[in-house]
C-alpha cells in the first residue's frame, strides 16, 4: 500500500444548520484520516447549487485523479447523470443521504432516513396529543426530501384527529421560521403543538412564541439534533419535549468507510441506514456533541 | 417637491393602500395591534438598510453587499460579546460594548465599499458582488460552517433591544421612525442629499459645481454600513444567532424597495418615505401570503412577483403623467 | 411658393402659452431668419415646423397641404431636416455612427468603411478636423456642433431648420458654415436660421421674422433692417452701449500664471491679471483654451506655477479653486453646468450650497438668491419649480451665469459666457462684467465671438496650438490684429504691441 | 473600435491570463484537454445567457429572472417531452420537440419581461424581479416541490448533446462559440447592435434618429429570452432535471460576466468579446479553487470575491488612461 490514494468528497455548501455541522463532521474526519493515513489524500468540494457541484465533480476527475468519490447529492435527478459518469469512469463511488435517481450506481450508500424522520416525529405527535389538537408545521426547502418527511408524518398522524392548520416553507431557516411562526400566532389563536421539520426552524419558532407570550400554550418538536436543542431536552425543558436524530456525522460513516477500502482489506460496499431516533430526555445525553458547531 | 405630491407620490401609496385592504379582507387579525407590530418591527432591519440604499442608489451607486455585511457585522458582534463577557459580566456594559463593535464593523466595511469604488475606480456592482462573496464566506469561516449564537444568558438580557419598547411601540419600530425621519430630512434638507442627487442625475456637472464627488459617495456607502450596524444591533436581539445563511437577498429586498418607491435606479432622484412605503409592500406581501391560505405555499414567489410588478404598474400609472 | 408655413399656430406648455398665433413662411431658395430675445419661441416653432412637437393649436403646411408628423423622424423622411439648439447626438457613440444613426449604410451588416468615408467626406466639406471615430462624449462642443450640422447636411434636406448653429462656433468655422449655407440655398433648400448674432443675420437673411414674447413683431426683407434696429424690434427698446466704457484703473496683480501646462495640449503660458481688468481670450476651436482655463482651476492635471496675488497657490480641485476665490464658468452648459432635471434654484445654488445653511439648508435663503438673480440676469422662466432643461436655451446660460457669479470669486473665468445670448441680455452682461471689474475683480473672457472680445477686454490673449500666440492691449485690441494672431499669419504683429 | 484595441481592450484579457497562469501553476492537469473541455462546456450555458445580457444591459435594460427562466423552461421542457414520450418514443423527434418547446418557452418568457418593460413602461430592474419569482415559483409548484426529471432512457437518448461533439469540440462548446461570434458580429456589425448602443447611450437621440427604441428594447429581451432556451437545451441533457434550485444565481454570474468583460451598467456601450472573457475568468475561479486544496472550503466565496475584484482593478487600470 504504497500508492496514494486520492478519495474525493463533493458536498453542499453550509448554507444552514444541518449542512453547517454535515460541513463541520466532513472537514474533521478528512483531517483526522489524513493524519492517520499518509497514504490518503482528500479532496473536498462544497457547492451551492447542483450544476456547481456537477462541475466540482468534473474537476476532482479530470485533475485530481481521485479514485474514489463520496457524494452527498444537492439534489439527487440532476447528480445522477454525472456520478454515474464517475461510475463508469471506474471509479469507486459512495453516495450519502440523498439516493440517486437510478438504483444501483453507486457502491455504498451511507443515508439517514427522511420517511422515519418524519414518521417518528408524527408518531410522536399522535401519542401525545388528543383528537381534535390542532398543530402547525414548517416545511424546510421545497424538495423531494423536504417532501419525503412531511408526506411520512401526515401519514403517521393520518387517522388521530389532529388537524394541521397549517404548513408552510421557513426554509430550514430560523430567520424565515421565526417570521411565519409569528404570522401563525397572528393567525390561529388556538396552537397546540409546532412541528418544525428542523432545528434550526425550531428555534426561530420559539422565539417568535416566547415574544407572542404563548410558551405554555404548544411544544415544538424539531429535527436533526442540534446541540442546543438536545441539551435543552437533557435539561427537561417543556417546551421541547423530544427531537428526532438525522445525523450530520453521516458524512464521517460515509467517508470513513471508503477510506477502509483503501487502508484495510475489509470488503465495503452495501447500503447504511442510519434510522431516525426520537431523543427524550432520558436518552439525550448520548446525542449531544458540545464541540460540533450544530 | 411639493407641488407634485399629487401625481407620482400617490403611486406607492396607493398600492400599499390597496395591500393593507386586501390583508384586512382576508384576515380579521392582520390590523391587530400583535399583527402590525410584527410586520413594522420585522421591516425595521431591511428598512433601516433600504434608507441607506436609497442614498447610494440616488448618488448614481449600487451596494449588493448589505446582505452579507449584516451577516458579517451579526457574526462579529456576537463573537466580540462572547470574548468579552466573561471579563465584562452580562450586563450594560456589555450590550454597549457589542452594539459599538456592531456600529465599528459596520462602518468599516461601508469604508471598505466606498474606498474601492471610489478610489480605485471600480463598478459598485462589481465591488459589492465581490464584497458580498468576501463577508458571507467570513461569517461562515468563523462560524465553522454553522450558527455563532451569543451566550443564552446574554440573549435574554439583550432581548428588550427588539422586543421591548416604551408607550407599546417596539424598540425597531421607534428606531426605523427615527432613522427615515432623519433620512428624509438628510435628502431632502441638507447639501448631502442634495450633492447625491446632483451626483446622480450628471456626476460631470456636480464635479464641476465644486462638489466633492468622491467624497460623498464613499459617505453614501459609509452611511449605509453604519445603517446596516444599527440594524443589526436590532437583529441579533432577536434570535442570537448569525450564520451563513444570515441576511440572505436583503440586498435584493432593499433594492427593490428603494425602487418600489419611486428612487430612480439610474439615480439623481431618492426619495426617502418611498423606500418606507416600498419596504412596507414586500413585509406586507409576506404577511399577507402568510395570513391567507390563498394556494399552494409553492406559489408565494409567484404572488409576491406579481404584487411587486402591479405596485410599480399603479405607481407609475399615475404618474406617467409626469413624464418621468 | 412656400415649401413649409405655420399658419395660426399656437402652443402651450401646461397652463402657459408659449406661442400666439404664428404665420410664418419658408421659401426655397431662402435663408428665413427668426431672431427674437430668449424665451421668445424661436425653438419651439422651429421644433414645430420639425414634427418634434405638435402645435395646440392651427397648421403646419408642407407645400400648400396640412400636415401632422407623429414625430421628428417623420418629418425628416419629407424632407424637413432640423439641428436642435441642444445637441442631438449619443454621447457614446462615434461621430460616424451619430451621423448615420437611424439611416445606417449596408444591407444585413453595416458597411463601416461607406459610412466612415462619408463622414470624412462632410467634415472635410465642412472643413472640420475631428476624426469619424472620435467619440462624441470626447469632442469639445464646437465640433459637437460641428458634427450636427454634417449630420443635418447628410440627410439631403428640402427644408433645413438651423437654431443657433453658430453659437458655440468661432468666425472661421462660421465661414465655412455661411459657405454650406450659400450652397445649399443655391440649390433651392429652404433654410429657416436663428441666432443671436445680428451680424449674421444680416449678412445671410434674405426675409426676417421678428419674434417677441411667442408673437411676431416685425417682418422684413433683405436691407430694410439694420442690426439696431433689429435689436430694437427684438427688445422693444432703444439698445443704446451694447459695451460698456473701458476701464481705466487697474489695481495690484490678482492672478499671476507662469509656464503653465496642461497636457497634452496646452504649453508654456504665461500671463498676469490685474485687479480690475478684463482678459479676453481668443482663439480658433481647439486651440486650447478650454484645456487652459480648466487646467487654472484644477479640473484638469497641469504643471506649472499659479500665483494669486503674490502668494503661490495649488489648484489641485475645483473646491480648492473656489477656496482661492477661483470661479469657472463651463462652456458646455448642457454636459457640464447645469442639472436639466432639476429645478432653477437647485441649480443655481448647487455650488454654494455652504452658504445657504448648516446643517439645513434654508428654503427661504435660496429663494431669495432665486429671485436675485432671476432680476440680474433677467432670466425668463414660465414657472420656477420648472426642471432646467425646459428652459429656453438662453435662460439656461444665464442661470448657469448667476451660478457661477454666487459665491462672488475674485478672479472669474468665463468660457463662452453670451452663448445663445440675446442681444439685449448680452449688454446686461457686459454691463454686469464691468461692474465686477469695478468692484476690484478680475475677469478672463474666453469667447469665440469677435465683437465681444474686442468691445470688452482690456488685454486680449490670443491662443494657437495650446501657445499663447500673442498678448493685446489698448489701441492695439483690433480685429484685423486678433485674427492675424489667431490664424497665425503675422508674428511681427505679436511683437509690436 | 479599433484605435482601442490597445488600451482597455487588454484588461480582462490580462487577467484572464493572470488566472490561467495560476491554474497552470497549481496543477498539471490545468491544461489537460479534458479539464479544458470541462471549464469551456460548462461555461457554455452562462455564456450564451450573458451574450443576451450584452444586449439588454447595453441598451440600458436588465434582466434578473434569467436563472429562474432557465430553470422554468427546463422545466416545460421536461413536462413536454415526459408528456409526448408514450406518442413519440425515444428518439430524434422526441428530442426535436424538446428543443422546439425550450425555445418557444425562452422566447415567450422573454417576450413577457420585454413586453411589460416596452409597454408597461416598468424598470427592467422591477418587472424581472417579479419575473424571477413567478417562474421559480412555478417550476417549484409543478414539481410539486420536488424535482421535475426527464425520463432515464431519454436522458441517454440526449445526453451526447451535452457530452458529445465532432472532432473532440464538445456541442456545447460548439454552440457556444458560434452563439458568441453571431453576438459579436450583431453586435459591431448590424443595425440591431448599434441601435442598442444608441439607446443605450441617449434613447431620446435614439429616438429622434427614427430608431424604434421600444421595438429594439423588446427584441433584445426576447433575443436574451432565446438564448436562455437554447442555454437551457444545453443544460437539461447535462443533468436531466430541472427544479426550483436549478440556474439559482445564474442572473448575478450573467450580469457580472457582461461587466467583468467591459459593458457599461449603465448601457451604452457593450462588448460581446469582453462578456466571453467575463464568463470564462468566472468559470476558471471556480475551477481552480477545486485543483488545489488552498483553504477552507469556507473561504472559497470570499476568494472569489477577491479575484472578481482584482480582476476588474486590473482592466480598469489599464483603462483609466481613457479617462472612461
Ligand atoms: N418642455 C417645456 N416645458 C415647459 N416650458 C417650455 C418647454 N419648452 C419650452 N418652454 C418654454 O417656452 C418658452 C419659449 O422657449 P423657446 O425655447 O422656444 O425660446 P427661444 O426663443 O428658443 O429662446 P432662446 O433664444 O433662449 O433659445 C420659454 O419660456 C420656455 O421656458
Ligand atoms: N473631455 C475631453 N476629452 C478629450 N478631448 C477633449 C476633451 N475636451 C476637449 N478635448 C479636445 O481638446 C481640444 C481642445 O479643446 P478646447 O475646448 O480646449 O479648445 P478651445 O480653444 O477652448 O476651443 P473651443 O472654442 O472649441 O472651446 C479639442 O480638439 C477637443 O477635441
Ligand atoms: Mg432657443
Ligand atoms: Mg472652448
Known amino acids: 500500500q ?217 411544544w415544538i418538536v424539531g429535527g436533526a439534533g442540534m446541540k442546543e436543542i438536545i441539551k435543552r431536552i437533557m435539561d427537561g425543558d417543556p417546551q421541547l419535549p423530544v427531537n428526532v436524530t438525522y445525523p450530520p456525522a453521516q458524512i464521517s460513516t460515509a467517508i470513513e468507510l471508503t477510506a477502509l477500502k483503501y487502508v484495510s482489506a475489509a470488503p465495503v460496499t452495501g447500503r447504511f441506514i442510519i434510522g431516525s431516533t426520537l431523543v427524550t430526555p432520558e436518552n439525550a445525553a448520548q446525542f449531544y456533541f458540545p464541540d460540533s458547531p450544530f | ?315 407609475r400609472r399615475k404618474s406617467s403623467a409626469e413624464g418621468r | 411658393m412656400t415649401t413649409l408655413a405655420l399658419a395660426g399656430v399656437y402652443r402651450s406648455f401646461g397652463p402657459i402659452e408659449v406661442l400666439h398665433g404664428i404665420d410664418l413662411e419658408l421659401h426655397p431658395a431662402e435663408v428665413h431668419a427668426l431672431i427674437g430675445e430668449n424665451g421668445a419661441g424661436k425653438s419651439t416653432i422651429m421644433k414645430i415646423l420639425g414634427g418634434y412637437l405638435a402645435p395646440s393649436a392651427g397648421q403646419v403646411l408642407l407645400d400648400g397641404r ?68 472620435a467619440r462624441i462624449r470626447d469632442l469639445a462642443v464646437s465640433d459637437r456642433q460641428m458634427v450636427e450640422i454634417a449630420k443635418a447636411l447628410s440627410r439631403n434636406a428640402r427644408v433645413l431648420i438651423m437654431d443657433e448653429p453658430s453659437a458655440v462656433l468661432t468666425h472661421r468655422e462660421v465661414e465655412v458654415l455661411f459657405r454650406q449655407i450659400d450652397r445649399l440655398r443655391s440649390q433651392g433648400v429652404a433654410i429657416l436660421y436663428t441666432s443671436h448674432r445680428l451680424d449674421e443675420v444680416s449678412h445671410l437673411a434674405d426675409r426676417i421674422t421678428v419674434l417677441r414674447d411667442g408673437a411676431v413683431v416685425r417682418r422684413a426683407g433683405r436691407g430694410e433692417l439694420t442690426e439696431d434696429g433689429m435689436a430694437t424690434a427684438m427688445v422693444g427698446r432703444d439698445l443704446k452701449d451694447i459695451f460698456p466704457p473701458r476701464r481705466t484703473s487697474f489695481g495690484p496683480v490678482a492672478l499671476e500664471v507662469r509656464d503653465f501646462h496642461v497636457p497634452p495640449l496646452v504649453h508654456g503660458v504665461s500671463f498676469t491679471l490685474r485687479r480690475g481688468e478684463v482678459l479676453g481670450i481668443s482663439g480658433l476651436v481647439g486651440s486650447g483654451r478650454t484645456e487652459l482655463a480648466e487646467g487654472l482651476v484644477g479640473l484638469r492635471p497641469h504643471h506649472g506655477q499659479i500665483l494669486r496675488g503674490s502668494a503661490p497657490a495649488q489648484v489641485r480641485s475645483l473646491p480648492e479653486a473656489a477656496a482661492h476665490g477661483i470661479a469657472y464658468l463651463t462652456e458646455d452648459r448642457k454636459e457640464r453646468g447645469l442639472l436639466l432635471t432639476k429645478t432653477l434654484r437647485e441649480n443655481l445654488t448647487l455650488s454654494t450650497l455652504a452658504d445657504f445653511g448648516a446643517p439645513i439648508i434654508s428654503r427661504k435663503l435660496e429663494d431669495a438668491a432665486l429671485t436675485r438673480a432671476i432680476s440680474d440676469f433677467d432670466i425668463r422662466a414660465p414657472s420656477r419649480e420648472m426642471a432646467v432643461g425646459n428652459l429656453s436655451g438662453g435662460n439656461q446660460q444665464k442661470l448657469l451665469l448667476a451660478k457661477t457669479m454666487l459665491p462672488e470669486p475674485e478672479v472669474i473665468i468665463i468660457d463662452e459666457p453670451t452663448r445663445g445670448i440675446d442681444i439685449g441680455t448680452k449688454s446686461q452682461i457686459y454691463h454686469f462684467i464691468d461692474r465686477l471689474a469695478r468692484e476690484g475683480r478680475s475677469v478672463i473672457v474666453i469667447s469665440s465671438d469677435m465683437p465681444e472680445v474686442l468691445g470688452l477686454s482690456d488685454r486680449v490673449l490670443v491662443m494657437r496650438q495650446g501657445r499663447v500666440a500673442g498678448e493685446l492691449a489698448g489701441e492695439a485690441i483690433r480685429e484685423t490684429a486678433v485674427v492675424r494672431l489667431v490664424m497665425g499669419t503675422s508674428e511681427e504683429i505679436s511683437q509690436n504691441a
Open chain 3, 66 to 133: 396640412p400636415v401632422t408628423y407623429a414625430s421628428g423622424p417623420e418629418a425628416e423622411a419629407q424632407g424637413v431636416v432640423v439641428i436642435h439648439q441642444e445637441f442631438n447626438l449619443a454621447p457614446d457613440l462615434t461621430v460616424a455612427q451619430n451621423i448615420w444613426l437611424g439611416r445606417e449604410m449596408g444591407g444585413l451588416f453595416l458597411d463601416h468603411r461607406a459610412m466612415r468615408e462619408a463622414t470624412q467626406g462632410l467634415l472635410d466639406q465642412l472643413e472640420c478636423k475631428v476624426r469619424p471615430d
Open chain 1, 2 to 218: 504504497d500508492k496514494t490514494h486520492v478519495i474525493g468528497v463533493s458536498i453542499p455548501s453550509a448554507t444552514h444548520g444541518f449542512m453547517g455541522g454535515l460541513n463541520w463532521h466532513a472537514q474533521d474526519t478528512i483531517a483526522r484520516l489524513e493524519a492517520t493515513y499518509p497514504q490518503l489524500d482528500f479532496v473536498l468540494a462544497t457547492a451551492g447549487e447542483p450544476t456547481k457541484q456537477v462541475a466540482d465533480i468534473e474537476d476532482m476527475v479530470a485533475t485530481r485523479n481521485i479514485d474514489a468519490l463520496v457524494v452527498l447529492p444537492f439534489e439527487s435527478e440532476p447528480l445522477t447523470g454525472p456520478v454515474k459518469a464517475v461510475k463508469d469512469a471506474g471509479k469507486f463511488v459512495t453516495v450519502v443521504d440523498r439516493g440517486l435517481s437510478v438504483p444501483g450506481i453507486e457502491d455504498l450508500y451511507v443515508a439517514g432516513d427522511n420517511e422515519a424522520f418524519g414518521r417518528v416525529a408524527g408518531e410522536y405527535f399522535k401519542a401525545n396529543l388528543p383528537s381534535g389538537a390542532k398543530i402547525v408545521v414548517l416545511r424546510g426547502i421545497p424538495t423531494t426530501l423536504d417532501n419525503e418527511r412531511v408526506d411520512a408524518f401526515e401519514k403517521a398522524i393520518d387517522g388521530s384527529g389532529i388537524e394541521v392548520l397549517d404548513k408552510q416553507h421557513g426554509d430550514w431557516n430560523r430567520d424565515k421560521a421565526f417570521t411565519v411562526m409569528q404570522d401563525y400566532l397572528s393567525k390561529y389563536p388556538k396552537i397546540d403543538a409546532v412541528w418544525a421539520a428542523d432545528d434550526d426552524m425550531a428555534i426561530g419558532a420559539m422565539a417568535a412564541i416566547e415574544q407572542a407570550g404563548r410558551k405554555d400554550e404548544m
Open chain 2, 1 to 315: 417637491m411639493r407641488d407634485r405630491l399629487t401625481l407620482s407620490t400617490l403611486g406607492p401609496l396607493a398600492a400599499l393602500f390597496a395591500l393593507i385592504l386586501l390583508g384586512a379582507g382576508l384576515n380579521e387579525n392582520f390590523l391587530s395591534a400583535a399583527n402590525v407590530t410584527n410586520v413594522l418591527a420585522r421591516s425595521a432591519f431591511i428598512g433601516m438598510i433600504a434608507v441607506g440604499m436609497t442614498f447610494v442608489i440616488t448618488s448614481g451607486g449600487l451596494d449588493l453587499s448589505v446582505g452579507s455585511m449584516a451577516a458579517f457585522v451579526a457574526g462579529m458582534m456576537i463573537l466580540a460579546m462572547n470574548a468579552l463577557q466573561p471579563s465584562l459580566g452580562v450586563g450594560l456594559p456589555l450590550a454597549l460594548a457589542g452594539i459599538g463593535v456592531a456600529i465599528l464593523v459596520g462602518l468599516l466595511a461601508g469604508l471598505a465599499n466606498g474606498l474601492l469604488i471610489t478610489r480605485a475606480g471600480i463598478e459598485p456592482f462589481i465591488v459589492t458582488l465581490g464584497t458580498m462573496g468576501i463577508f458571507r464566506s467570513l461569517v461562515t469561516w468563523i462560524a465553522d460552517g454553522g450558527t455563532l449564537s451569543l451566550d443564552f444568558s446574554m440573549r435574554e438580557f439583550i432581548g428588550p433591544i427588539y422586543y421591548g419598547g416604551i408607550l407599546g411601540v417596539s424598540w425597531p419600530i421607534i428606531a426605523f421612525a427615527v432613522v427615515v425621519v432623519i433620512g428624509e430630512v438628510v435628502m431632502r434638507h441638507t447639501r448631502f442629499g442634495r450633492y447625491c442627487e446632483a451626483i446622480g442625475s450628471n456626476d460631470k456637472v456636480a464635479r464641476y459645481s465644486a462638489v466633492k464627488v468622491e467624497r460623498i459617495q464613499l459617505l453614501t456607502y459609509v452611511a449605509l454600513g453604519l445603517l446596516v450596524g444599527f440594524a443589526t444591533v436590532l437583529y441579533v436581539p432577536r434570535l442570537g444567532s448569525a450564520s451563513g445563511s444570515t441576511g440572505l437577498l436583503w440586498e435584493l429586498e432593499a433594492i427593490a424597495a428603494v425602487i418600489i418607491g419611486g428612487t430612480a435606479l439610474k439615480g439623481g432622484f431618492g426619495r426617502v418615505w418611498g423606500t418606507v412605503v416600498g419596504v412596507l409592500i414586500l413585509s406586507l406581501i409576506g404577511n399577507i401570503l402568510n395570513l391567507a391560505n390563498l394556494v399552494s405555499p409553492y406559489l408565494n414567489g409567484a404572488i409576491q412577483g406579481v404584487i411587486i410588478v402591479l405596485a410599480v404598474v399603479l405607481q
